[in-house]
Nanobody, 126 residues
Framework: EVQLVESGGGLVQAGGSLRLSCKFS????????IGWFRQAPGKEREAVVC????????YYADSVKGRFTISTDNANNAVYLEMKSLKPEDTAVYYC???????????????????YGQGTQVTVSS
């Protein structure tokens, strides 16, 4: 059974930083994509930062380029999201997500993923 468990959300002032963590388990796939989505109130869920299992390709939403960074720790089955220079518009529930199969860079942020964690709230105050 695939499980994704996020942690690290919270309240931060604009300009601040947060680091989200996701521990995943139950992966038996040769290839997969993993990353972070977010959903703000009244908006659709969107891909934020994603990477494929070979780490040859990544996707960053335009709104977070230069501010957010994804990293992986395969030895510990973890993926992280470093968020800097946070803005109020970054406020959302952030979900760790995984998809089975190979995804090229353009595809990483294009489709819904197969598995999602329970989400962690990130609130950025102005």
């Amino acid at each position: 059974e695939v499980q994704l468990v996020e942690s690290g959300g919270g309240l931060v002032q604009a300009g601040g930083s947060l680091r989200l963590s996701c521990k995943f388990s139950g992966f038996t796939f040769d290839e997969y994509a993993i990353g972070w989505f977010r959903q703000a109130p009244g908006k659709e869920r969107e891909a934020v930062v994603c990477i494929n299992s070979s780490e040859e390709s990544s996707y960053y939403a335009d709104s977070v380029k230069g501010r957010f960074t994804i990293s992986t720790d395969n030895a510990n089955n973890a993926v992280y999201l470093e968020m800097k220079s946070l803005k109020p518009e970054d406020t959302a529930v952030y979900y760790c997500a995984a998809a089975v199969g190979y995804y090229s860079a353009p595809e990483l942020g294009k489709y819904d993923y197969d598995y999602y964690g329970q989400g962690t709230q990130v609130t950025v105050s102005s």
